[in-house]
Each structure stands twice: as C-alpha cells, then as structure tokens.
C-alpha cells in the first residue's frame, strides 16, 4: 500500500508559530524524508466558510497568506501537492455520502466540534456546515486514501471519527476506504503552545499569536511582552517553570547549540530551568534568548517568504496545478465509492445488460 499524507489548515488567518511546531514544521521534515509516495495539503477554504459564511472575502484574501506561509516554511510544490478545498467537488459529494454513517448524538459528542461550539458562542445557532465540520474533514481524507495524517493533538478526536466512518463504510460497503493513522508532534512542548498572553490555546481570535510572518522587530515586542511566572517579581525570586510560557516555548523550540551561540552561561535548558527554579535568573535575560531562538527560526522562513511575495501569480499558479492533480485523485475514490455503494448505474454494463434481458423475456 502506498503511503500517502493529508493535512491542511484553514485560511482564516496567517499562520502562527503554533502551527509551524504543532504540524507545518513536520510536514516539511516528512516531505523531504523520501518516505512518502505522496504528499497533499490543503488549504481548507471550505471548512473556513462553515463559521465566516457571511464574510468570504476574509477567506478569500487569505488563501495566498497560507500558501506563502506553506512555501516560506519550506513545503516544495515539486514534492507535495497544494491546493484549494473547494476546487475539488468530488469532497464535497463524498461528504453528502459518509452522512447517512454518522448521528447527530455522535456528532455532538465529538470534543473538538463542542469546544469549537462554546468558544465561538453558538449555542443553538449552530451552522449544519460547521457541525458537520468532522464529515467533512473525513471525505477530505479518504478522497486522497492518506494512511498518515500530522496534525495538533486538538484534531485527535476529528482523525478518530474518521476512523470510525471509514470503518463503517467498509463493513457496509466493503472494503473501500483507507483507515488513516494521526501522526502527533514528537516533542510534547508542541501539541499545542500557549498564547503569549498564558491563555492555554494560541488563537488568531484571541489575538495572542506570534506569526510566522511577522517582522523580526514585532517578534522581539511579543516575547518580551509574554506572560511569565506572575509570582517571580524580583530576580531572587525562585521561579515557576512548570506552565509558564516563555519554558512552554524554549521547549518546543530550543536546540542545546543555541546555548553556545546565544547563552553560553548554560549547556542546555535544564540548567537554564534549574536555575531559574531556585531563583537568580530574571523574566528578561530569559525572554531575551527565547528571542533569539525564535528570530533563529524565523529567519529562513522570512526569507523565503520575501521571496514568493514578488511571485504571487505564481502561487497562484502553484495552487491551480495542485487543485488540478489533487481533483484526478479524489475522482477516482469517488468512483471506487460510487462502485461500492452500487450507484455507478451508467458505468455498471452488467446491470445494464441485466435489466435489458429482463425486460426481452
């Protein structure tokens, strides 16, 4: 069986340094590992109208800034294939199938669709699209038979229900759709980082972000203004690393060299850590090496970024021949669908011919 890659996001927004080490930075590391014979992410534009129906420019506007923040953090269109959600029909008709499979009871206990749900506030002013937002998700994946899917642990829940429609359609079908498997970050620190405020989640809505594409200056006023240990007011003072942000973030994104080039007070964060445990180690030298971390990191991807920004017809480009090549693939598990579910009447010759005798006899 081929091993084949599906993952996206939704272009409500640039993506944030949340994103890059919760999933796009293994994207990219799969991409170029050779392990896989084929890559497809997606910008999921049609998932984003599910809750900004009455405001697509917004999506509109922002499906170039998610693919530059694809092609700046290095997804290579000759590698993996990009494209746009609502340009392959075929998901759209392969979701109208899979619900008959799923109850609204089961749909309601999803904990992804129910945090979603109290976090924007809808209560009984559900949209049918947004609720119906895990079915989608699954004909997105099967359309493209993806064995491996990256993506943050908040999708976990999304990734096991379409396990459970794939292998309710097999039972009833037969055997037609790839059980997919959720490939999780590695690093614990990234399934999902904090906002620089400390609110648990990074949120575009919440305004607590660090993007990937902003400026090396703006970086530098949003780590030196995250939320720290609020009991650590003097430098004396023993610190609390456990849930404090500035750690969350040296966690996910520092590497034992950085020391060397940046901080050579230390080998490794755990002395940093130590340290900053028993007291003597202020909030700011610390926020100042997270800084020079995440300009480490950013750099390249700025660089890139500035790059594509003088060739957007280009991305565009890339988005269309990506839309094209993404479509060929979800027609044929259209089709293998449409076989299965036995209503392929125009391409079925025996049901033809069997009728045609029926009706000479």
């Given at each position: 069986m081929s091993k084949i890659i599906l993952t996206g996001d939704r272009p409500t927004g640039k993506l944030h340094v949340g994103h890059y080490v919760g999933s796009l930075k293994r994207r990219v590391e799969l991409q170029n590992s050779g392990e896989f014979d084929e890559i497809y992410i997606m910008i999921a534009d049609a998932q984003a109208l599910t809750d900004n129906a009455d405001n697509p420019e917004k999506v509109r506007q922002n499906i170039v800034e998610v693919a530059l923040d694809y092609l700046s953090a290095g997804l290579d269109p000759n590698l993996s294939c990009l494209f746009i959600q609502s340009q392959i029909p075929e998901l759209t008709e392969l979701t109208f199938y899979y619900a008959n499979l799923?109850?609204?009871?089961?749909?309601?206990?999803?904990?992804?669709?129910?945090?979603?749900?109290?976090?924007?506030?809808?209560?009984?002013?559900?949209?049918?699209?947004?609720?119906?937002?895990?079915?989608?998700?699954?004909?997105?994946?099967?359309?493209?038979?993806?064995?491996?899917?990256?993506?943050?642990?908040?999708?976990?829940?999304?990734?096991?229900?379409?396990?459970?429609?794939?292998?309710?359609?097999?039972?009833?079908?037969?055997?037609?759709?790839?059980?997919?498997?959720?490939?999780?970050?590695?690093?614990?620190?990234?399934?999902?980082?904090?906002?620089?405020?400390?609110?648990?989640?990074?949120?575009?809505?919440?305004?607590?972000?660090?993007?990937?594409?902003?400026?090396?200056?703006?970086?530098?006023?949003?780590?030196?203004?995250?939320?720290?240990?609020?009991?650590?007011?003097?430098?004396?003072?023993?610190?609390?690393?456990?849930?404090?942000?500035?750690?969350?973030?040296?966690?996910?994104?520092?590497?034992?060299?950085?020391?060397?080039?940046?901080?050579?007070?230390?080998?490794?964060?755990?002395?940093?850590?130590?340290?900053?445990?028993?007291?003597?180690?202020?909030?700011?030298?610390?926020?100042?090496?997270?800084?020079?971390?995440?300009?480490?990191?950013?750099?390249?991807?700025?660089?890139?970024?500035?790059?594509?920004?003088?060739?957007?017809?280009?991305?565009?480009e890339i988005l269309r021949n990506g839309s094209i090549t993404a479509e060929k693939k979800a027609a044929q598990t259209l089709q293998d669908v449409k076989q299965a579910m036995k209503i392929d009447y125009f391409s079925d010759r025996a049901l033809i011919e069997e009728q045609a005798e029926r009706y000479r006899q």
């Open positions: 799923v109850t609204v009871a089961r749909l309601q206990r999803n904990p992804t669709v129910k945090s979603e749900i109290q976090m924007r506030d809808f209560q009984a002013s559900i949209p049918v699209g947004f609720f119906t937002y895990p079915i989608s998700q699954a004909a997105d994946i099967t359309a493209f038979k993806a064995t491996t899917v990256p993506v943050g642990e908040d999708q976990a829940p999304m990734l096991e229900q379409t396990r459970e429609i794939v292998h309710k359609f097999n039972s009833v079908y037969g055997e037609t759709l790839v059980e997919p498997n959720i490939l999780l970050p590695e690093n614990s620190a990234c399934l999902r980082l904090p906002g620089i405020d400390g609110k648990a989640k990074m949120s575009k809505s919440l305004g607590n972000c660090i993007y990937l594409s902003d400026p090396e200056e703006e970086v530098r006023k949003k780590i030196m203004s995250m939320f720290t240990d609020p009991n650590h007011l003097k430098v004396s003072d023993p610190g609390q690393v456990e849930g404090n942000p500035v750690f969350i973030y040296l966690d996910a994104f520092c590497k034992d060299e950085y020391f060397a080039e940046f901080l050579q007070d230390y080998s490794c964060l755990q002395e940093m850590k130590d340290h900053y445990s028993r007291g003597g180690l202020g909030d700011v030298k610390v926020k100042k090496f997270l800084n020079a971390v995440i300009q480490s990191e950013l750099s390249p991807i700025r660089e890139r970024r500035h790059h594509w920004e003088k060739r957007i017809p280009e991305v565009y």
